[in-house]
């Protein structure tokens, strides 16, 4: 059974269409990555799957229900964009009121304070919080009664670079436990060893979802190679051509090509033959390649639309 299934799913506020034909889906212990421009429909997405906006057209199932099932409802966890909780209450305080309306362990608190690192500071008074430490209590409110889906909405927003980090290993961590996630960022870099697969929403609708070794393969955006260490460069920089790769010079011994994933191989096993390089760089399309690639396509496509 798959965690969510979203199948020809609109959405529209007023005369405003915010999402459109929407077809999504969620394995039982996959972690989504969901990304696109601001205004894409990401959020409205998310409350869809919580059950707080209904469908203008199609269907949604969660855990396998109607999404406002009350008992789908205690099986997920939000943290929500723009976290807010009561100034005077203490973190501890906190979780222990979001425990009792979950009908979580009360218990679960303290450990979970642990686990987000704020156990040093779990009765101190949330008004007196940084920002970062407001976004780790809110990520231990959406573990609270170990949810099987989790919904992350820009999760990493306020956090330092250590604890981005700890956020990512607490999320492979989940994964592996069988819990499945989706996770909503703008933070692109970093995020791409922690999804199994990513869907790029535009203007309402999906431009593209699938692994990112899948993803390139359809963008057939270029990859890079950097070769150093040469003896003989500038003979291999004119002897060494594989059909539609190109070729520069980098530095005093380097040479960078550019090619499409196909001609890679055929470009390493030339340059092996030709020379013996000390190191090998090879640079594949990242994740932010992909989103502007497939974000810029819609973008193209729309202003077509509008022409005709
Ligand atoms: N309550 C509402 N009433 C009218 N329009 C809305 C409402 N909520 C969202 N929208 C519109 O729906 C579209 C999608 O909004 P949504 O919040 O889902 O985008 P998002 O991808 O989460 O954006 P961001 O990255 O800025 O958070 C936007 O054009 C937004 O202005």
Do not use: W
């Not at 990555?33 to 409350?47: E, I, Q, V």
């Not at 690192?117 to 008074?125: E, N, Y």
């Not at 692109?188 to 393969?217: C, F, Y």
């Not at 013996?276 to 989103?291: F, G, K, N, T």
Request: aromatic residues 4%.
């Amino acid at each position: 059974m798959n965690a969510v299934d979203i199948q020809g799913v609109s959405l529209r506020y007023g005369r405003m269409t915010a999402l459109r034909q929407l077809n999504l889906h969620l394995e039982s212990g996959e972690v989504l990555g969901l990304f696109g421009h601001n205004g894409a429909g990401k959020t409205t997405t998310m409350k869809l799957i919580l059950g707080l906006l209904a469908p203008s057209e199609g269907q949604l199932r969660v855990l396998g229900q109607e999404p406002n099932n009350a008992d789908v409802r205690r099986r997920m966890g939000y943290l929500q964009e723009n976290v807010m909780f009561y100034p005077q209450l203490s973190g501890r305080e906190t979780l222990h009121h979001f425990a009792r309306i979950k009908g979580a362990a009360r218990q679960q608190a303290d450990q979970l304070l642990e686990q987000v690192g704020l156990a040093h500071a779990a009765d101190r008074r949330v008004k007196t919080y940084s920002k970062g430490m407001r976004q780790r209590l809110g990520l231990a409110q959406a573990l609270l009664g170990e949810p099987r889906l989790l919904l992350l909405d820009e999760p990493t927003v306020g956090l330092d670079p250590i604890a981005t980090q700890d956020l990512y290993v607490l999320i492979d961590k989940l994964r592996q436990q069988g819990t499945s996630v989706i996770l909503c960022s703008h933070v692109l870099p970093g995020v791409e060893a922690h999804i199994n697969r990513a869907a790029i929403l535009a203007g309402g609708q999906l431009e593209a979802v699938g692994t990112l070794a899948s993803l390139r393969n359809e963008a057939q955006l270029p990859s890079r190679i950097r070769a150093s260490g040469l003896q003989q460069r500038e003979q291999v920089l004119q002897s060494l051509s594989v059909n539609g790769s190109t070729s520069r010079p980098l530095g005093s011994d380097s040479i960078e090509f550019t090619g499409s994933s196909a001609v890679k191989v055929q470009l390493l096993r030339q340059l092996l033959n030709q020379d013996q390089p000390s190191d090998i760089e090879i640079l594949q399309p990242s994740l932010e390649d992909l989103y502007r690639y497939y974000t810029e396509r819609a973008g193209a496509a729309r202003a077509a639309e509008d022409k005709a």
